[in-house]
C-alpha cells in the first residue's frame, strides 16, 4: 500500500513536511490525514517504511533510512551470523506478497454511521484503513499478511478527537450493538487487535491517535494531563520542550501509545528510576458502556478499596477506551552515560544482577544478555571507519579472550544506562562496576552499552529482513523469581530446540534470551526464537506449537504468564491457571458489570 | 508380538584374549555430560552441608530438639561421612583386574546388548541418568561397574544396603568403588533423610556421575520382581520437578543369570535358615562357588525413559512454584501415583528385557510334574512352551539351529545338582543328601530348598505367563462364560496377587485385554461380544496356564486356612511366619499341598495382601503387632478356597 502512495504527489509532500518538523501532531495541525500514520510506516512489517535491513548486490547487510544510529550503514557480519545461525541462504528468497482485493466488503451498521456523522466524528470504511487496524505484530499476523491473507478484518475505522467524543460513540455503539475495539499504537503482540471470527456485529476500530494532545503540566505537583492516544516519542519530545520527561521509555515507545500502555500494564526500561505505568499514573479517565470510570481527586495515594486504577490497567480495551491519562513527570536528568560490562558466563552475570538489586543500586536501566545475543550484537556491529578502530576492537577481542581467558562462546554482556545529576552518576557508576567485578565482570565501555540499546530498537526490523529468507521468529517474555531464574533460561531455550528438533526444524533454532528488568524479587526475561523455515509446510503452525510448548515451560519453572506483553487472544487459555478460578471470575464479574453487551468485544484477557 | 530384539556381545571373549592387567591399566576416557560441573568427592561433602535446603532442615531440626545448631550440623556431617562414597579409579582398575579373573572362572560368557551401550553413551552425554538394575545377586553392581568401566561410560555411584558396611575391608572397597551407603530404615529421620536426598540431588544436578540403585530395593530371593518402591525414585526425579534439571534420563538395565549363585542360599532363607550376615569371612568361604560352572549371564541395557516424557501431562510442575524449592516437600497424591506408576512401568520394562534360558521352560514342566518325565516327552513339552513363550513376546535365548533334544540335556547339565535322571526319566530331587537317618520334616525340608530353588527359574518367566494364566484361572473358576464374570474373577484375582507379581495398578483393564488378545491369537479362546469361549484346542494350553499360577493359589490357601483354623487369638506379626511354615509343614506330610507353600516370601505377600483387601486387620502399630479377623474376611476368602 505504502508503495503506491508514493505515487501520489500530495503524499510526498505530506511525507517532506514530517520529515522536516519530526512531529506527528504538527503534521496533523498542517492538515494531513486522519491515516497519516499509515502512510509512513509499513502494512506489513514493522516500523517505518523508509527503514529496513536488505542484502544489497555485494551481500553486504545494510540499514536504510536516516532514523537511526544504525541507518545507512553496512553491517558486514550480519550475513556470516545469518547464514550460520539460521543455516538461511541469500538465493532462497521468500518475499511478501500485495492482495488486498482479499479484504472482504464491511459489514456496515447503517443506523450507527448516520448517527455518527450527525454527532461530527471521523470514520472510513476504505480497505486499507481497515486491514492497517486489524492486527498487531505476532508472527502469524504479518505473516498472513505478507502472503496475501487477510482474515476478518475491522468494519470501519472511526477518530475521536476528545474524550467528549468518545462518549459520544460509545454510547451510539451501545444503542446500535456494534462492536468496539479500541486502537492506540497497533504494538501488539498477544494478537489483542484480532477480531474475534465468532464476532456477527459490525467491528468498529476506535483510533485513538487524534487524540494526541498535552492538556496540561503541573509544575507544581509535577504531573502532566494528556491524552491517551498521544504515542511515546511524541509524548516525550513534547515534554522535554518544557524540561521535563516521563522516564517511561518501552522498547516500542515510537509507535506505542499512552492508553495503550494503560490498558496492558506496560513497562519501561527506565523504569528503575521512573518506575512502571502502573506507578507513574495518578489518574485515569476511562468510557465505558456504563459511563465514565475516573477517581475524585489528584491524591498520590488512596486507601479508598481496591484500587479502581487496576480494573483499568490492564484490561486490555476489554472495559473500554482510556481517554486521558494524569501522570507522574521528572525534570530531565543532567547527565546520562551507558556503560557494559563483560562477564566471563551467563551465571556469573545473573548473579551480579541479583546483586546489584539486592543492594537496591540498579542504574536506570540494566539488562544482561547471554552469549547468543551477545553474538547477535557483534554480528549488528557496523563497518569499522578507519583502520585504527578496527586495530583498537582487535585489542579489545585479544584482552579479554586472550589475557583474561574469557571463553567468546560462554561470556556474556550487561548494557547499563546511568542518569542523574553528574556526580551522583559517577558515583552511582562506580558502585556497580565494583560489584560486577566481584563476580568477574569487566567494564567494556560506554559505546558498546548505547548499542545495546540501540539494538532494541532495530532487532524488530530485523525480523522483517529474516522472512525474506525464510526466517521467523518472534520474542516473549516473563518474569520470574530470582532463584529460578537460571533454571528457567537454561529449561526454556533448551525446551526451544528440541521442540524444533521434534516439528521437523531442519536446522537449529536461534533460542536466546536476556534480562530487561530487574526487581527486589526477581526479574524479566526476554526471549528472543527463531528459525529457517525451508522444508515446513506450515511454518506458523510449528512457530505457535513451540511458542506453545515454551509457554508451558515457563509456567513449570517458575515464571509468570506476561510482565509486561499482556495475555490478548494469544495467552488466554493459561489466565485461569495464573490468577486461579476465583480470580478470573471476579475479572468476568467486574467485565459483566461494566460491559453486559460486550461492547467491546476484542475477547481479549477473560 | 515379537519385538526385534538389539544383538549381545559376550565381553569375556575380549577378556580370555588379551592381559587382564594391561586392560585393568588401560586408558579410561569415559563420555561426559555435556552440562558436567567438575567436582571432586571431598567437594561435593561441603556443597552437600551448606546447600540451603540442608541449611534448613538442620535449623528445623535443631528448633525442635532443642540441640544446638552445631550439633545438629555435626550430626549431619557424621551422616554424610558414614554415607558418602569415594570413587577411585584406582579400586576400579583393581576390580576391574579381580573381576575379570573371577567372572572368567564363574561364567561361559557375560553377554551384553551393544545397542544398548550405544543408547547409553548418548544418554549419559544429554542429560544425567539413573541406571536402574534388576537385583538378582551380589554381582550386579559389581557386574554394572565392570561393564561400564569396560564400554568408557562414567562410572556410577550407587546406593547401597547399609549391611554391607559391616563387611571389615570389603565394604571400604565398595566405597571406593562408588558405593554410598544407606540406612534400611529411617523413616521419621528428618535429618537423616535431607542429607541423603541432597547427597544424591547434587551428585545428579552437578552430572557428577550416572545413580544406580534398585527400585526393588533388595535382592529378589525369588527371581520374581519386586514390588518397587518409589523412595529414591522421588529424590532422582524431584531436581526435575522443580526445574532443576531439564530431563532426567532413567535406563533400566535386565541382568539375568543363567544360574545364580545364590540359588540353594535364598531357598534356605525363604525356608526360615536365617540370612547369614555379610561378612568377609563369609564371603571367602564363598570361595567354593567359584569352582562352580554358572553358564552364562546377560546385561541389556533398556532404552532410557525420559523423566520428562514420563511426567507429561501427569505432573503439574507448577505446584511446586509457590514454596522455595530448598523447603522440603512431601510428594503430592498425584506425585505419589506418578511414582507408583512409573515404578512399576520400569520394572516391568525389566522383566521384559530379562534374557531367559531354556532351563526355565525345562523348570516349569518340572514343577508341574513332580513325579518327573520321560525325556522324551519333556523335550517335547518343552518345544510345545517355547513355542508358547515366544508368542507372548518371551526374550527366550534359544540357540539355533540345535535340535530340541540337545538343548534340553544341556539344560539338565547345568542344573544337574538339582535333579536326579536315571533310565531317560527326569525329576527333581536332592542330589547331595546326607547319608545319615533324617526325619520326615528334615526331608521335606530338603526337597523344598530343590523346589524352591527350580521355582526361583520358573519364576523368571512367570511375567510373561502372568495375564493369560490369571485369565485362565479366572475362566475355570468362573459360573459363565458371560465376559463380566471373567473379568470380575480376573480382577480379583488380580487384586489378591498384586504383592506377589508385578500388576501396575489402574491396569486391570489393560491387562484383561492382552490377556484376551494373547491368549485369542493362539487360538485358545475366542472373544465375543460378551462372552468368552474356550475353544476345541485351547484345553491343554489353559490348563497348563493355570497350573503355573497353582502353587500360589494353594499357598495362599494354606495361609488363610492358617488364619481361619489355627488362630482363634491375636496373633503378633513376628509369631505369624514360623506358625504357618509349620502348618504348611503339617499339610505338605499330609499330602495335601505343595512344597511353595512353605516359602516365607509367599506367605509375606499373602500377609499383606489380605491386609491390603481388609480380610485382616492390624491393631497396634510399634513392635506387638497383632492380627484379628474381621467380618470382610470370610467372603473374601471364600471365593479362593471355592476356586481351588
Not at chain 1, 475521536?160 to 454510547?171: F, G, N, Q, R
Not at chain 1, 483510533?207 to 494528556?226: C, F, G, P, Y
Not at chain 2, 551448606?50 to 555435626?74: P, R
Not at chain 2, 549391611?163 to 529421620?189: H, N, P, Q, T, Y
Request: aromatic letters at 10%.
Amino acid at each position: 500500500m505504502s508503495i503506491c502512495y508514493h505515487t501520489d504527489p500530495m503524499k510526498v509532500v505530506y511525507h517532506l513536511i514530517y520529515f522536516a518538523i519530526g512531529c506527528y501532531e504538527t503534521a496533523y495541525k498542517l492538515g494531513l490525514s486522519l491515516s497519516f500514520r499509515q502512510e509512513i510506516m509499513k502494512w506489513n512489517g514493522w516500523g517505518y517504511s523508509d527503514s529496513r535491513f536488505l542484502f544489497n548486490k555485494k551481500g553486504q547487510a545494510e540499514f536504510t533510512g536516516k532514523r537511526y544510529r544504525l541507518s545507512g550503514l553496512i553491517l558486514p557480519s550480519l550475513k556470516d551470523w545469518f547464514e550460520g545461525t539460521f543455516g538461511a541462504n541469500l538465493q532462497h528468497k521468500s518475499p511478501p506478497t500485495v492482495n488486498l482485493s482479499a479484504v472482504a466488503p464491511p459489514n456496515l451498521n447503517e443506523p450507527f454511521i448516520e448517527d455518527l456523522k450527525a454527532a461530527g466524528v471521523a470514520a472510513s470504511h476504505d480497505p486499507e484503513d481497515r486491514v492497517f487496524r486489524a492486527h498487531g505484530h505476532c508472527l502469524h499476523e504479518i505473516f498472513a499478511l505478507r502472503e496475501g491473507r487477510i482474515g476478518r478484518v475491522p468494519d470501519m475505522v472511526v477518530w475521536p478527537s476528545c474524550h467528549s467524543d468518545v462518549e459520544k460513540i460509545v454510547e451510539l455503539a451501545c444503542k446500535h450493538n456494534v462492536c468496539l475495539i479500541p486502537y492506540g499504537g497497533g504494538t501488539s503482540v498477544s494478537s489483542a487487535l484480532e477480531c474475534p471470527h465468532e464476532e456477527t456485529r459490525s467491528i468498529v476500530s476506535l483510533d485513538t491517535s487524534q487524540m494526541n494532545r498535552i492538556l496540561w503540566i503541573d509544575e507544581k505537583n509535577l504531573t502532566a494531563h494528556v491524552e491517551a492516544g498521544i504515542i511515546g516519542q511524541d509524548l516525550e519530545r513534547q515534554l522535554n520542550e518544557h524540561g521535563y520527561c516521563t522516564g517511561h521509555e518501552p522498547d516500542s515507545m515510537e509507535f506505542s501509545s499512552l492508553g495503550g500502555w494503560v490498558a496492558t500494564r506496560a513497562s519501561g526500561m527506565k523504569k528503575n528510576i521512573y518506575g512502571n505505568i502502573e506507578d507513574l499514573v495518578v489518574h485515569i479517565k476511562m468510557v465505558t458502556p456504563r459511563g465514565v470510570i475516573e477517581k475524585s481527586c489528584l491524591g498520590p495515594r488512596m486507601s479508598t478499596g481496591p484500587d479502581i486504577h487496576h480494573f483499568i490497567l490492564g484490561s486490555e480495551g476489554t472495559l473500554g477506551v482510556v481517554t486521558e491519562v494524569t501522570m507522574k513527570i521528572r525534570p530531565i536528568p543532567e547527565y546520562q552515560k551507558y556503560g557494559s560490562v563483560v562477564f566471563p558466563n551467563f551465571q556469573q552475570g545473573v548473579a551480579c544482577l541479583r546483586e546489584v538489586a539486592r543492594q537496591r543500586c540498579a542504574p536506570a536501566s540494566i539488562r544482561l544478555m547471554d552469549n547468543e545475543q551477545f553474538q547477535f550484537g557483534h554480528a549488528l556491529k557496523p563497518q569499522v571507519s578507519s583502520i585504527f578502530m578496527s586495530f583498537l576492537d582487535g585489542l579489545k577481542k585479544f584482552y579479554i579472550t586472550k589475557f583474561k581467558g574469557f571463553d567468546p562462546h560462554h561470556l556474556c554482556v550487561a548494557t547499563l544506562l546511568f542518569e542523574g545529576d553528574r556526580g551522583k552518576v559517577l558515583q552511582h557508576e562506580k558502585q556497580v562496576y565494583d560489584i560486577a567485578a566481584k563476580f568477574g565482570g569487566l567494564a567494556a565501555g560506554e559505546d558498546n552499552g548505547q548499542r545495546g540499546y540501540m539494538l532494541t530498537f532495530v532487532i524488530a526490523y530485523l525480523r522483517d529482513l529474516g522472512m525474506d529468507y525464510y526466517v521467523i521468529g518472534e520474542s516473549f517474555e516473563t518474569s520470574v523469581p530470582w532463584d529460578r531464574v537460571l533454571d528457567l533460561c537454561r529449561n526454556v531455550k533448551e525446551r526451544i530446540v528440541r521442540e524444533c528438533k521434534e516439528r521437523g526444524v531442519q536446522f537449529p533454532p536461534l533460542s536466546t534470551c536476556r534480562f530487561t528488568q530487574t526487581y527486589d524479587a526477581g526479574a524479566c526475561v526476554y526471549f528472543y526464537f527463531a528459525f529457517n523455515y525451508r522444508g515446513l509446510s506450515d511454518p506458523v503452525h510449528v512457530y505457535e506449537q513451540v511458542e506453545h510448548a515454551a509457554r508451558e515451560e515457563i509456567l513449570a519453572n517458575g515464571g509468570s504468564l506476561s510482565h509486561h506483553h499482556g495475555v490478548g487472544k494469544l495467552r488466554k487459555e493459561w489466565m485461569k491457571e495464573s490468577v486461579s478460578g476465583v480470580g478470573l471470575g471476579m475479572l468476568k464479574s467486574v467485565k459483566e458489570y461494566v460491559d453486559p453487551q460486550n461492547i467491546f468485544g476484542n475477547r481479549n484477557l477473560l | 508380538m515379537l519385538k526385534k530384539r538389539d544383538d549381545f556381545e559376550d565381553i569375556l571373549e575380549e577378556r580370555r584374549r588379551s592381559s587382564d592387567l594391561r586392560y585393568a591399566l588401560r586408558c579410561y576416557t569415559p563420555t561426559l555430560y555435556r552440562g558436567l560441573v567438575p567436582c571432586k568427592a571431598s567437594m561435593l561433602k561441603s556443597i552437600v552441608l551448606q546447600s540451603d535446603h540442608l541449611q534448613y532442615v538442620i535449623k528445623q531440626v535443631s528448633s525442635e530438639s532443642g540441640e544446638s545448631t552445631e550439633g545438629v550440623s555435626e550430626e549431619a556431617s557424621l551422616i554424610l561421612d558414614e554415607m558418602a562414597h569415594c570413587l577411585q579409579l584406582s579400586t576400579i582398575r583393581f576390580f576391574a583386574f579381580t573381576l575379570s579373573k573371577a567372572f572368567k572362572r564363574l561364567f561361559r560368557s557375560v553377554c551384553v546388548n551393544e545397542e544398548g551401550i550405544q543408547r547409553l553413551q548418548q544418554a549419559v552425554q544429554e542429560h544425567p541418568v539413573v541406571l536402574l538394575p534388576s537385583h538378582r545377586s551380589y554381582m550386579d553392581f559389581l557386574m554394572m561397574s565392570y561393564l561400564l568401566y569396560t564400554y568408557d561410560l562414567p562410572l556410577p555411584v550407587i546406593a547401597a544396603g547399609m549391611d554391607f558396611m559391616s563387611m571389615k575391608f570389603v565394604g571400604e572397597m565398595l566405597r571406593m568403588s562408588g558405593a554410598f551407603f544407606i540406612r534400611r530404615s529411617f523413616g521419621g529421620d528428618k535429618l537423616y533423610w535431607a542429607v541423603f536426598s541432597e547427597y544424591v540431588k547434587t551428585m545428579l544436578r552437578n552430572g557428577y556421575a550416572p545413580i544406580e540403585f534398585f527400585l526393588e530395593g533388595t535382592r529378589s530371593r525369588t527371581c520374581k520382581s519386586l514390588t518397587p518402591k518409589t523412595g529414591l525414585l522421588n529424590i532422582v526425579m524431584e531436581p526435575f520437578f522443580k526445574g532443576e534439571l531439564f530431563d532426567v534420563n532413567l535406563v533400566p538395565v535386565s541382568i539375568s543369570y543363567e544360574r545364580i549363585l545364590e540359588e540353594s542360599l535364598y531357598a534356605r532363607e525363604l525356608l526360615g535358615i536365617p540370612k547369614p550376615k555379610e561378612s568377609t569371612s563369609g564371603l571367602l568361604k564363598a570361595r567354593r562357588v567359584l569352582s562352580e560352572d554358572y553358564g552364562s549371564m546377560y546385561v541389556y541395557f533398556g532404552h532410557p525413559v525420559s523423566v520428562r516424557s514420563l511426567a507429561e501431562g501427569k505432573i503439574n510442575r507448577s505446584q511446586y512454584n509457590l514454596l522455595p524449592r530448598y523447603i522440603p516437600q512431601k510428594p503430592s497424591a498425584d506425585t505419589h501415583e506418578f511414582l507408583s506408576d512409573a515404578a512399576f512401568r520400569l520394572v516391568r520394562i525389566q522383566e521384559e528385557n530379562m534374557v531367559l534360558k531354556p532351563w526355565v521352560l525345562i523348570a516349569t514342566l518340572l514343577l508341574q510334574n513332580p513325579d518327573g518325565l520321560d525325556l522324551s516327552s519333556l523335550a517335547e513339552q518343552t518345544d510345545w512352551l517355547r513355542h508358547l513363550a515366544l508368542a507372548f513376546g518371551a526374550f527366550l535365548d534359544w540357540p539355533d539351529h540345535e535340535a530340541c533334544s540337545e538343548v534340553v540335556s544341556c539344560s539338565l547339565a547345568l542344573h544337574r545338582h538339582l535333579l536326579s535322571v536315571s533310565a531317560g526319566h527326569v525329576q527333581l530331587s536332592v542330589t547331595d543328601v546326607p547319608q545319615v537317618e533324617t526325619t520326615p520334616e528334615e526331608a521335606v525340608f530338603h526337597q523344598a530348598v530343590v523346589v524352591l530353588s527350580c521355582a526361583s527359574y520358573r519364576n523368571q518367566i512367570l511375567h510373561v505367563f502372568l495375564r493369560p494364566a490369571l485369565l485362565a484361572m479366572a475362566m475355570q473358576s468362573a459360573n459363565s462364560n458371560r465376559k463380566d464374570d471373567v473379568y470380575n474373577g480376573f480382577n480379583f484375582l488380580r487384586k489378591v496377587f498384586s504383592n506377589e507379581f508385578i500388576l501396575c495398578p489402574g491396569d486391570s483393564v489393560q491387562d484383561f485385554e492382552e490377556a484376551c488378545y494373547l491368549l485369542m491369537k493362539r487360538g485358545v479362546l475366542q472373544v465375543l461380544e460378551h462372552e468368552i469361549v474356550m475353544s476345541a484346542s485351547g484345553h491343554s494350553t489353559l490348563a497348563f496356564l493355570s497350573s503355573v499360577l497353582d502353587p500360589f493359589l494353594q499357598g495362599y490357601q494354606v495361609v488363610c486356612r492358617y488364619l481361619c483354623e489355627e488362630t482363634n487369638e491375636n496373633l503378633t506379626e513376628k509369631e505369624f511366619i514360623p506358625a504357618v511354615r509349620s502348618f504348611a509343614l503339617k499339610l505338605i506330610l499330609a499330602g495335601n499341598t505343595c512344597y511353595e507353600a512353605l516359602s516365607s516370601d509367599l506367605q509375606k505377600n499373602a500377609l499383606a495382601a489380605f491386609l491390603r483387601l481388609k480380610a485382616v486387620r492390624k491393631l497396634c502399630l510399634f513392635t506387638f503387632l497383632f492380627l484379628c479377623h474381621t467380618g470382610g474376611k470370610i467372603p473374601t476368602q471364600k471365593p479362593i478356597l471355592a476356586r481351588l
